[in-house]
């Protein structure tokens, strides 16, 4: 019983990495599963074993969750043994395991759906699987887009054979499991569209755009667990009486729109308003989107090439998500990067309004910031027409240096992606997908 109503359905969550494992992906999940009780529905988490899936570990991220959260655990292929051969994707080197372990727990208990909620997308068929085996329905969850037609997408990251090999595989993957789905959730309007366009049969299913959700309460944690990044440390001891600002995320090909609008009004900045650029410091963290000292650089060189080492630095290393959220609080604002791929949606969107902190959105292509940020005064987009740089930097600069007034707006925007609210919206696909 929860609040004197029965619980009556239960869901599998398939969540390749699950707290205390720290990963991008996990959030969304991580957020919301504490709210699913609230309205009817007993999940049960299908995780890797945190230490096998080659991300941090943070112990404190399980205090974010119900401390009586049903949470199974199965093996993978040692990262150091299947590295050897070249394979790294979780996906990949869990796939048998979570596909016998998942087949034992739909077969021994009830359950009502399965709820694939990852960016390891070759732990989706899984689901499909599942479901010709014992008839249990799916839903799927895409934080990205799958097989993606964003033709710039990995092509700097992987080299030319083997990223057309990968295309293929996830094209054919993607047909063989979306097509069945009972109904799909995505963080953008497009990834639905393009799915529809693609299997007409989910045309009739239901699909619902719902973004990344934020629990105010991971503030609390990171108080208390946090630490502030050090590039974010030196920004605020530099910028002082100056103003820091930051950037928390990866920096990859598709950004370069965004960043070259960025530099060009920071250099227009320093020129029409050196009294404000020239103390200003910006860090930019986890750009690499890789843990650990050995992270290479996304853009220092190009900073150097700009003019700007003096105004921005790179702490390549992604940290910790409750550093990140400290740190994103020491600051004086917070940038927001777009990407040329129009589909995307950052991930950080609700936590960067919840922070309470002024905020500077290079949206590029993505209507979806400027959707989101609209009509909150303590946020700026700068517009993709740059024709006169100048005039955007003297704009940027009364945004910063006058005073901010009321942050309600921003307050009022940032509930409307509690995770409450959020959770609300998938079980609702819940519900449609078994009725």
Not at 38 to 61: H, I, K, N, Y
Not at 119 to 134: D, G, K, S, V, Y
Not at 141 to 164: C, H, I, L, M, N
Request: include cysteine; aromatic fraction near 8%; hydrophobic fraction near 45%.
């Amino acid at each position: 019983m929860t609040d004197g109503r029965p619980i009556v359905r239960r869901v599998l969550v398939l969540s390749p990495r699950f707290v205390p494992t720290d990963s991008v992906d996990l959030h969304r999940i991580r957020a919301n599963i504490g709210h699913y009780r609230e309205f009817g529905w007993e999940p049960t988490v299908l995780a890797v074993q945190p230490d096998l899936c080659g991300r941090p570990v943070l112990p404190e991220l399980a205090r974010t969750v119900p401390a009586d959260l049903d949470v199974r655990h199965c093996g993978a292929v040692p990262l150091r043994l299947a590295g050897r051969l070249g394979v790294t994707a979780l996906g990949i080197r869990a796939f048998f395991h979570m596909l016998f372990a998942g087949l034992r727990l739909l077969r021994r208990e009830r359950f009502d759906l399965v709820y694939v909620t990852t960016t390891e997308f070759l732990a989706m068929p899984l689901a499909a699987i599942w479901r010709r085996l014992t008839g249990v329905p799916f839903v799927l969850d895409f934080q990205d887009p799958w097989a993606s037609d964003y033709e710039g997408a990995g092509t700097g990251d992987f080299v030319a054979w083997k990223y057309r090999l990968m295309r293929r595989i996830h094209a054919v993957l993607e047909r063989w499991t979306a097509r069945g789905a009972a109904g799909i959730i995505a963080v953008s309007p497009a990834y639905v569209d393009v799915l529809r366009r693609r299997y007409p049969a989910l045309r009739d299913r239901p699909c619902a755009v719902i973004p990344f959700g934020f629990p105010l309460a991971d503030f609390d944690a990171a108080d208390e667990s946090g630490r502030i990044a050090p590039a974010v440390g030196s920004a605020l001891a530099e910028a002082e009486p100056g103003l820091a600002g930051g950037y928390f995320g990866r920096i990859g090909s598709d950004m370069e729109s965004a960043l070259d609008r960025m530099f060009a009004v920071l250099r227009a900045g320093r020129d029409v308003a050196p009294e404000t650029f020239g103390n200003m410091r910006i860090c930019l963290v986890g750009t690499s989107y890789q843990p650990g000292p050995g992270a290479r650089g996304a853009i220092g060189q190009r900073i150097v090439d700009q003019g700007l080492s003096g105004l921005l630095s790179e702490q390549p290393e992604r940290i910790p998500y409750l550093d990140a959220l400290r740190s994103l609080r020491a600051l004086d604002f917070v940038l927001v990067l777009g990407s040329d791929d129009p589909a995307y949606v950052p991930s950080k969107l609700a936590q960067t309004l919840a922070a309470g902190r002024r905020i500077i959105a290079f949206a590029g292509s993505n209507p979806a910031i400027g959707q989101v940020l609209d009509q909150v005064p303590t946020a700026l987009v700068i517009p993709a027409d740059l024709a006169d740089v100048e005039a955007i930097a003297r704009r940027l600069h009364l945004f910063l240096t006058t005073a901010a007034g009321s942050f309600e707006a921003q307050e009022a925007k940032a509930r409307m992606y509690g995770a409450a609210f959020m959770a609300a919206r998938e079980v609702e696909v819940f519900d449609s997908a078994i009725a």
